[in-house]
């Protein structure tokens, strides 16, 4: 695949092909009397340079979504379709591993590839320099903050080279100026490489703020409840009344989501 | 020019770098390089205790030496012991029998991490081996060493293929249930991380089960270490081979003779060389519990 390295936008690109495609997809865990549905008949589709924020409220069975997309679990019906495109994943903490340097964690995703030890270092100082960490290569991931853990994070997961992204609450752990930070950081990097981004947040502004578009999922069991487009023009900033306009609007729905289960 | 901060992050990208940079800064304030001087102090830190309670043990030995419950021929006080220990290590044959037991230490240890890493990976990952053997080796650990001699020297007679024999039976089950604990207890998210990067079956065991079980490892070779070294003295006690002196012969033949003070001075040697060898494992633990920033540095 070539992806085009170039700064594009999504809907620029005039390609409608998704590169995700979730079909009908249910999971029940457990059996019989004691299941539990957590998804049920989700349909959804991201298309290529998409950036797609899930948002829902909890025991919307997000995170499983993710998981299904992810080939971590499989679904009970429904059909999960990724274009045998690459798939990579940040999860809500960073998940590094913490007998490697900030480097070699880097290397891992080119090192389960099989690229030699040369060009993988010199590609974890590259990636590592677009999330603003050039200097910490040789640092362990615990002499880091939270907010540099979670860059390095990133930094690994685009040098798995995917094609699609997804982000299981990323930022939800950081404060918020580090977080606005790194939102401005991960528009700037998706634009640049092309990504489909699949976001998680239970943060409406947040959804808002870095979605094409916004969707909703009901509670217990998970379903889309709705697909709001988010027309607002980029870089978006989160505390604009553009954003914060129509987060309330989607904050008001997913009140009555959650709502529905308050009788 | 920061008043508005979408402009500054499109027209400036430095400025946006360097606001990243600037909270890196802050939030990494606090590690600052270790102080000069800090290396002695805390290796006197933790001297002084131990040298206190030496005092203290001493203080104790010579008071019921004092006490006359014994006559000084059955229980040498500490001024006689360390004379005696004086004397013995200025005597080749006294390291000699140091280097014998340290052999056999380092070479049944050797073959228990070797045995215990082949079947604590092959327990730890293959289902039915687990269900099979599992509580096996629990059970083995909780087995007294010693227990295990009548049946060694039926196999081996009286042999250093016995000792081992032993030493390994001892040690080889912590070292086994060490590595067993350490890929049980592997975080998920990091499973999840390496399943995610493309790690499956034995490249996620090896890229990610084992090191992650590295500090659960440790621990059982440092479990592993002790009963090799309490197996290996209660051989030597028992399994007497003639022209190889060890420590354990010199128990034996100490006692036989009624050398109160030999036999005391061999014994602070036995508990020096333990002490010295946990420390070694400490060390390492401390330096691995470090660099995976498990410890927080004391103040």
Partial sequence: MTAPLTERTAGETGDDQPSVLLDGVSKTYGQGRNAVPALDDVSLSVRRGEFVSLLGASGCGKSTLLSLVAGLDRPTAGRIDTRGGKIAMMFQEPALFPWLTVSANVEMALRVRGVARKERRARAAELLEIVHLGGFGARRPHELSGGMRQRVSLARALAQEADVLLMDEPFGALDAMTRDLLHDELERIWRERGLSVLFVTHNVREAVRLGDRVVLLSSRPGRVAEDFPVGIGRPRVIDSPAVAGLASTVTERLRQEVLRHGR | ?299
């Fill in chain 2, 1 to 299: 020019m920061a008043a508005d901060r979408t402009t500054s992050a499109e027209k400036a990208p430095d400025v946006h770098a360097r606001q990243i940079a600037g909270l890196d800064a802050l939030e990494l304030g606090g590690a600052a390089g270790r102080p000069a001087g800090r290396l002695w102090s805390g290796v006197w830190g933790r001297l002084w205790p131990m040298l206190l309670a030496a005092g203290i043990v001493l203080a104790l030995w010579q008071g019921v030496v004092w006490s006359g419950r014994w006559p000084e021929y059955v229980f040498a006080g500490p001024a006689e012991t360390f004379g005696t220990l004086g004397e013995r290590l200025s005597t080749p044959e006294y390291w000699q029998a140091v280097a014998v037991t340290m052999r056999r230490a380092v070479t049944g240890f050797a073959v228990s991490v070797l045995a215990g890493l082949v079947v604590g990976a092959l327990v730890s990952r293959v289902r039915v081996l687990r269900a099979a053997f599992g509580s096996l080796i629990t059970g083995l650990q909780t087995m007294p060493s010693i227990a295990w001699f009548p049946l060694a020297i039926l196999l081996f007679g009286l042999t250093e293929s016995a000792i081992t024999f032993v030493v390994i039976l001892g040690a080889a089950p912590s070292i086994a249930n060490g590595l067993i604990a350490g890929v049980d207890y592997t975080p998920p998210i990091l499973l999840r991380a390496g399943h995610v990067l493309g790690f499956r079956r034995l490249r996620l065991y090896l890229h990610v089960i084992l090191p992650a079980s590295l500090p659960s490892f440790l621990a059982g070779l440092k479990q592993g270490w002790a009963f090799a070294w309490r197996s290996l003295m209660a051989g030597e006690l028992v399994v007497i081979i003639a022209h190889q002196s060890s420590l354990g012969e010199r128990l034996y033949y100490d006692r036989e003779l009624a050398d109160s003070a030999g036999l005391l001075a061999t014994m602070i040697v036995i508990l020096v060389i333990g002490i010295g060898i946990d420390l070694l494992f400490e060390t390492a633990d401390g330096a691995l519990r470090r660099r995976w920033g498990l410890r927080q540095a004391r103040d």
